[in-house]
């Protein structure tokens, strides 16, 4: 009875928010609900014949849980998840209560939350997932999570406990990543973690699943400044590499311990969505998800071929009647990433908006470690944020002189910043935007006028 009750009102709530644009109700609802029953999550999710999907990582969360959201839905599948941002218990609690019936029943075949890096110990106790997608780790907001290697440490406690009720779906370019198939099957041989060793055979221990990348045009042959984890996970020598992709992900091994990148069981896929080589890690660990729920390739293929980004992660508005494209850039790596998935589109435009408020992470200095290969092609780049003069004063160490007093332009209002970019364009451009997140729901609701959260 207490559940129908924080059901009923968390509805009432939501609705309320919406009705006054003060956001859509993502983490109120579920706060208050938490604070009324602590058991809440996994009592209704018990009750409930509903699947569920975790997914955590760095970056590519969002994307990776709207592929798989969009291919279920397309396929008669009916799915729900929880809204980005709203990536901790209260945003989970949020989201199952909207999507929950009176008689407190979630009717739907699948639940996906993504999960915010530092949350998932805590949702892991509340929720036994069908299924764990583990992206990436890269350095994000050291002043909220520290370095990779200590979240990696709280992830592998939470790991340890999992069941065979699990599959665990894990990016075998990451050395961190990989090695928590070590978690759940200590008994794996010493030079690899082999498909021999994946629950199928033992009792009580999760089935393992791994995507990588295996494609030579795609790798760096030096390591890049945001490297985050190029040391052995077991014997912490560093690692060498046949093929380095971006960071620290490839195909690795340790001539000290032996310890190597384990066979893939996904490398590649007919179609991928989304342009950017980190889309193809988000691309490749949603398809093994589907495969396991039985949607055939083909099926798959299709659902790619009509996905449609979630917001801010490559979305494309229309503005003032030209097109603005946002990359979300909240750390070093998916900076990067975000800044050559730009240059391959041909971006003359840019628009750098730097936040440093709680969402982003207070510690700014990740700027520094960003790489900005052949930033001379943009005809005009564009500050703006919280911190415009830090990223200022970033470029102008990268540039001449001559070409930073013609080519950036400083704006500390943010619409002022934007509408001058869209003056900047010429006939059918695109302006560019690399924000961090709170830049990002900023920009959307400048440029859409709504709120997200």
């Not at 370095?147 to 990696?152: F, G, K, M, P, S």
Request: proline share 3%.
């Amino acid at each position: 009875m207490l559940n129908l009750i924080i059901i009923l009102l968390g509805k009432i709530l939501s609705r309320l928010f919406r009705s006054l644009n003060l956001g859509d109700g993502s983490t109120w609802p579920g706060h208050i609900a938490l604070g009324i029953n602590k058991k809440f999550i996994r009592q209704v999710l018990h009750n409930s014949k509903t699947k569920t999907i975790i997914i955590a990582g760095t970056n590519g969360k969002t994307t990776t849980a709207a592929m798989i959201k969009s291919a279920l839905k397309q396929n008669g599948k009916k799915s729900f998840q929880n809204k980005s941002g709203a990536n901790l218990l209260n945003g989970i609690a949020s989201s199952i209560i909207m999507h929950s019936d009176l008689s407190g029943r979630i009717n739907h075949n699948f639940a996906i939350f993504e999960t915010d890096e530092n949350a998932l110990p805590q949702v892991l106790k509340e929720c036994k997932p069908d299924f764990l997608i583990l992206l990436n780790l890269f350095r994000d907001q050291l002043d909220r999570y520290g370095e990779v290697n200590i979240v990696a440490g709280k992830w592998k406690d939470s790991i340890d406990k999992l069941t065979d009720k699990t599959t665990l779906i894990l990016n075998a370019d990451d050395p961190q990543i990989a090695y928590f198939a070590k978690s759940v099957n200590p008994d794996s041989d010493r030079g690899s973690i082999d498909s021999r060793f994946r629950g199928n055979d033992k009792k009580n221990i999760p089935q393992i699943l791994f995507f990588g990348l295996n494609e030579s045009s795609v790798s760096n042959k030096t390591a890049q400044q945001a490297a985050d984890s190029n040391y052995c996970p077991r014997c912490g020598k560093r690692l060498s590499y046949h093929r380095l992709i971006f960071s620290h992900l490839g195909d690795w091994y340790c001539k000290n311990c032996n310890l190597k990148r384990p066979k893939l069981d996904i490398h590649n896929f007919s179609i991928y969505p989304l342009p950017g080589i980190y889309n193809k890690y988000n691309t490749l660990a949603a398809t093994l998800v589907l495969k396991k729920v039985d949607l055939s390739d083909k099926e798959i293929e299709v659902s790619f071929r009509n996905f449609k980004p979630a917001f801010g992660r490559q979305e494309i508005i229309r503005y003032k009647e030209k097109n603005v494209q946002i990359f979300l850039s909240k750390n070093p790596t998916s900076f990067n990433q975000s800044f050559q998935a730009i240059s391959d589109l041909g971006a003359q435009t840019l628009l750098i908006i730097l936040n440093d408020r709680i969402p982003d992470g207070r510690d700014i200095s990740w700027i520094w470690d960003v790489d900005l290969p052949h930033i001379n092609n943009f005809k005009q780049i564009i500050i703006s944020g919280d911190r415009t003069y830090d990223m200022a004063l970033r470029l102008k160490y990268e540039l001449e002189i001559a070409d930073y007093e013609s080519k950036v332009f400083v704006f500390e209002d943010l619409e002022q910043a934007i509408n001058n970019g869209i003056d900047y364009l010429d006939g059918d451009q695109t302006l560019y935007i690399l924000p961090t997140y709170s830049a990002m729901l900023e920009s959307r609701k400048i440029l859409t006028g709504k709120k997200i959260l």
